[in-house]
């Protein structure tokens, strides 16, 4: 027998003995176990509704955490300091180049430029790394992200990249 199943017959045994004690015992021995509390201990208990938390501030997250969710006036207030960044930059910026100039969370970047680029506002050249964001001028036609087209005719199957404007 190992050290398991010794632990498990005593607790049982135990058990047994325990229950057979308490069935030919009566009430007032029972009761009479019971800790004796003092009226000046007992308290009477008052229900009370706990009053709702404030709505806590926005803090510092670490880093890898979840955003908090953002309200649709927060994305936009974003998306209008994302359009006056790149009107000050008319050479575009690249993704890091905007999260750095908006000091925001990468994480809050995606939607944000999305948002943007649904409005019209916002162009965008390149793919991946090389995505380009352009603040769009009314003067200039709306520059489409490129698609890279893969010439069958060239050895290996070679990509050459084609950018088309609306």
Do not use: H, W
């Not at 030919?24 to 201990?41: C, Q």
């Not at 009477?44 to 510092?60: E, N, Q, S, T």
């Not at 970047?109 to 964001?133: F, H, I, Q």
């Amino acid at each position: 027998m190992n050290l398991s199943e010794k632990i498990q017959a005593a607790a049982a045994e135990f058990t047994k003995t325990l229950l057979s004690i308490m069935s030919n015992a009566n009430l007032s021995e029972l009761s009479a176990l019971a800790p004796k509390a003092s009226p000046a201990v007992v308290k009477p208990v008052v229900a009370v509704a706990a009053p709702k938390p404030a709505k806590a501030p926005r803090v510092a997250k670490a880093p890898g955490a979840r955003l908090p969710r953002r309200t649709n006036a927060e994305i936009e207030a974003l998306v209008g300091r994302l359009i006056e960044v790149l009107q000050n930059n008319p050479e575009g910026l690249r993704a890091g180049g905007l999260i750095e100039e908006l000091g925001c969370d990468p994480k809050e970047l995606p939607k944000t430029v999305k948002a943007a680029v649904a409005s019209g506002r916002v162009t965008v050249t390149g793919n991946k790394r090389s995505t380009t964001y352009f603040a769009a001028d009314a003067a200039a036609p709306a520059v489409r992200r490129s698609a890279t087209v893969v010439d069958k005719s060239l050895p290996n199957g070679a990509a050459s990249a084609s950018a088309e404007a609306e």
